[in-house]
């Protein structure tokens, strides 16, 4: 299919780097397999009718948990975990294969796994990873009877380190295994921790977890499972005194693995493999189209490889604006839901209970507003430059040509450890600028007659939007490798701004561990509704049976 040796330019000749061939062969191989079926294979059926109360369910309950989509399925496992482990008591190794068979035919009525596609044999395979979890569960709180709090979390840590292990073997395909060697072959061969530093060592596993973390998404407990792996190498052939070894050890390795997520060179680091992660997403983007013509395009025509990175560039440029709408859209909603009915609801009744008067236009601001403020902020985040563009080009060729590989290594510097007399002045500062910035709100507030009570809840909405306009736009910044330029505008912004989506974060993790809704939802709804669904698929089947007997 190809040709090894390519000619770009009379005085140059690119030679695609053999991770590069890799990629391009696994793509083309899954291509040509995405066709083929194992119809032999039984395969997992629920009811498509029963299917669809389950699928609308699965949606109203993302709404009101803000969280990012490629998350959603993970965070199902664990949901469902938790619902029958911990509330529904089923602990027992022998319910395990129950457990699996469940949890999967739950995942395929929500729409996370497609319906007759999944074969029967994976419920072995998920029961026995489940049996697993269960048996360590047993051995981490047999070594915590003195600790009840750090065996509650360490349950909960547990049971997340077992959706993402099942999430990873139903979702992790060989084009994404195949990046994740590639790039880390390549980032480990240009990235140098300092000489002088004692963090060397940890250079293997740290890279490992940026690009899962980077380039899949992964949240912190899936990168935890990851950093799990790395000290348990032989975790998927665990046998029962494995699972005990670790179970009793369950303390120390937490610290460990904890350690490593928040470790000193990991912002820097994770810099560098997200601009990789751009060049390798453009890349499989550019492949996917048909990966034989745009290898042999690279003689046929030497400006069209390029050409159709830019193309690429563009059209997942233009595919972010749309998501970031999406986005948008979702925060407003959530945010409605779960913040502004509650806000609206105590803002009036408070002000009357403290003796003062409604003011229908604070009232009517403090609804929209939320609103409002997102789709500005939406509306004037601007696409990723030419500039942009012209370097994940570069970066491209430099993962694809042998010649065009990284000649310099980046260097990771030590950490900057600044003097307590530093941090302290640094923190009197930033303190006094949380002031100001809010303190100019207040008084412009107060200037249109806002009530104390119509202010704190104005502020309690800046702050949040201010920080969810963050999380939203993230998938724009995802695609920036150029550094972005400072000007006095953006210095003034950061220095004032910061403050507010400081508080916005503080707000919405305190918040999101007393959502209501949530509460009612898992703890009230989910179970006896999962209990109806399962009634009515089994008369679905006693309704079909019937029929079928007599005809």
């Known amino acids: 299919m190809i040709n090894p040796t390519l000619t770009q330019k009379k005085e140059e000749t690119l030679t695609p780097a053999q991770s590069a061939k890799r990629l391009f062969k696994v793509i083309y191989d899954e291509q040509k397999k995405s066709g083929e079926q194992d119809d032999e294979a039984v395969k997992i059926k629920v009811s498509n ?22 998350l959603f399925r993970k ?9 029958q482990i911990v509330i529904e008591g089923i602990i027992k190794e022998s319910k395990s294969e129950d457990i699996a068979k469940h949890l999967l035919m739950e995942l395929i009525r929500a729409g996370y796994l497609p319906n007759n596609k999944i074969p029967e044999s994976k419920i072995g395979e998920v029961s026995q990873v489940i049996s697993k979890y269960i048996k360590l569960k047993k051995y981490c709180s047999e070594s915590l009877k003195s600790d009840g709090k750090e065996r509650t979390e360490c349950a909960k840590w547990i049971i997340a380190l077992a959706a993402s292990d ?68 032989d975790w998927h052939k665990a046998d029962d005194e494995d699972i005990e070894r670790v179970g009793r050890g369950i303390k120390f390795l937490r610290e460990k693995i904890n350690a490593q997520i928040d470790h000193p060179m990991a912002k820097q680091l994770n810099r560098i493999v997200s601009r990789y992660t751009v060049f390798y997403t453009i890349l499989i983007d550019v492949i996917d189209d048909d990966p034989a013509v745009v290898y042999n395009s690279f003689t046929a025509d030497p400006k069209a490889f390029p050409r159709q990175i830019k193309n690429k560039c563009e059209a997942r440029y233009k595919n972010t604006k749309s998501k970031l709408w999406r986005s948008a859209l979702r925060s407003i909603i959530y945010i409605f839901i779960t913040k502004s009915i509650f806000a609206a609801i105590l803002e009036v009744p408070a002000i009357k209970w403290f003796g003062g008067e409604v003011n229908n ?39 694809v040509f042998k010649e065009r590989g990284r000649k310099e290594p980046f260097q990771l510097r030590r950490p900057i450890r600044r003097k307590s007399f530093m941090n302290a002045a640094f923190g009197i500062i930033y303190f006094v600028t949380f002031f ?46 150029v550094d972005p330029k400072e000007n006095i505008i953006s ?24 959502n209501v809704f949530v509460f009612i939802f898992d703890f009230i709804i989910e179970a006896p509704f999962k209990i109806f669904i399962e009634i009515a698929e089994e008369w679905t089947k006693y309704v079909k049976e019937r029929r079928e007997d007599i005809v």
Request: hydrophobic share 50%; charged share 25%.
């Open 166 to 233: 099942i999430e990873e073997r139903l979702g992790r395909g060989k084009i994404d295994k195949t990046v994740v060697k590639n790039m880390y072959e390549i980032l480990f061969d240009i990235i140098k921790f300092p000489d002088d530093s004692d963090f060397e060592k940890d250079k293997d596993i740290q890279i490992l977890a940026g690009i899962h973390s980077s380039f899949l998404k992964f949240d912190r407990d899936m990168v935890s499972f990851i950093v799990f792996k790395y000290y348990n190498a």
């Open 491 to 514: 210095l003034f912004s950061d220095f004032f701004y910061t403050p507010i989506i400081a508080a916005g974060k503080w707000i919405s993790e305190k918040f999101s561990r007393i």
């Open 49 to 70: 009718l029963i299917s669809k109360m389950s699928f609308y369910y699965e949606k109203i309950r993302n709404v009101i948990e803000y969280k990012e989509e490629h």
């Open 75 to 83: 965070n199902a496992i664990e949901r469902i975990l938790k619902r």
């Open 436 to 481: 100001v910035s809010f303190g100019f709100i207040i008084l412009s507030l107060q200037r249109i007659h806002f009530s104390w009570i119509s202010i704190i809840i104005f502020l309690f909405f800046l702050a949040l939007v201010s920080f969810f306009s963050i999380r939203i736009r993230k998938s724009t910044r995802d695609l920036i490798v």
């Open 361 to 399: 236009m604070s009232l009517l601001i403090n609804i929209s507003f939320p609103a409002i403020l997102l789709f500005l902020i939406v509306l004037f985040t601007s696409l990723p430059s030419k500039d942009n563009t012209k370097k994940i080009i570069e970066g491209v060729e430099e993962i």
